[in-house]
């Protein structure tokens, strides 16, 4: 009879390999480096993660889920008020990317490394944008924008800004810059 790998042996292996993903990107990474890194078999990982590919997914699915949150929370002192939930979701990926331990957005990274449309890396990536500009869309519209299309695609060129240049210049006012654009753009807009 095979044995059960300990309870935590799946999250221990994703919390190992998203640290060297995210020093590196996923693509840079190989399946040895991940176990040397956790101290697990070759066998446990494949027992947990049929592929790389799976792991990749794993980990960008961790990344929604931790950016769901972080927009829920940004989002949430301002129920009722969806103009300023537009502006708080900028804030938030500003802050993000003004972090000292921020090391490029997952997505748009997963994105570059796994440019084919049929890899579930890209599918994932691809996911979590349109995601993003939905929910945008959605709170233009309740804030009573006359075309949430054109508010929600250009808040999402404030936020890839964000993403792109956001760590590079952000230190230096540009993600404040950043988030008062936002606000006035949404304060026109609406």
Same mark, same amino acid.
């Not at 993660?49 to 940004?74: G, P």
């Not at 957005?105 to 691809?126: G, K």
């Given at each position: ?6 309870? #935590?042996?799946?999250?221990?292996? /994703?919390?190992?390999?998203?640290? /060297?993903?995210?020093?590196? #990107?996923?693509?840079?990474?190989? !399946? ?24 990749? *997914?794993?980990?960008? $699915? ?12 940004? +989002?949430? =002192?301002?129920? #009722? @008020? ?10 938030? *990926? ?9 090391? #490029? ?9 796994? =440019?084919? @449309? ?19 869309? +959605? ?7 006359? @075309?949430?299309?054109?508010?929600? @695609? ?14 590079? /210049? ?5 993600? !404040?810059?950043? *988030?008062?654009?936002?606000? $006035? ?6």
């Amino acid at each position: 009879m095979a044995r059960k790998p300990a309870p #935590g042996t799946r999250d221990r292996i /994703l919390d190992h390999a998203i640290r /060297l993903f995210q020093e590196r #990107g996923p693509r840079a990474v190989g !399946t040895q480096q991940i176990i040397d890194a956790c101290g697990c078999g070759k066998k446990l990982l494949y027992r947990e993660f049929a592929s790389k590919d799976d792991l990749v *997914v794993a980990y960008l $699915e961790r990344c929604q889920r931790e950016w769901s949150a972080i927009m829920d929370e940004a +989002t949430q =002192p301002y129920a #009722g @008020d969806p103009a300023r939930q537009l502006v708080a979701l900028v804030q938030a *990926v500003a802050s993000q990317v003004t972090a000292t331990d921020y090391s #490029g957005c997952p997505f748009r990274t997963a994105y570059s490394q796994y =440019p084919d @449309d049929a890899h579930p890396a890209n599918r994932v990536a691809v996911r979590h944008v349109r995601d993003l500009r939905a929910r945008l869309h +959605t709170l233009a519209r309740r804030a009573g924008a006359p @075309d949430p299309n054109a508010l929600a @695609d250009r808040l999402m060129l404030i936020i890839d800004g964000l993403y792109i240049n956001g760590s590079m /210049l952000g230190r230096n006012g540009a993600a !404040t810059a950043a *988030v008062a654009l936002a606000d $006035e753009l949404v304060g026109n807009s609406v």
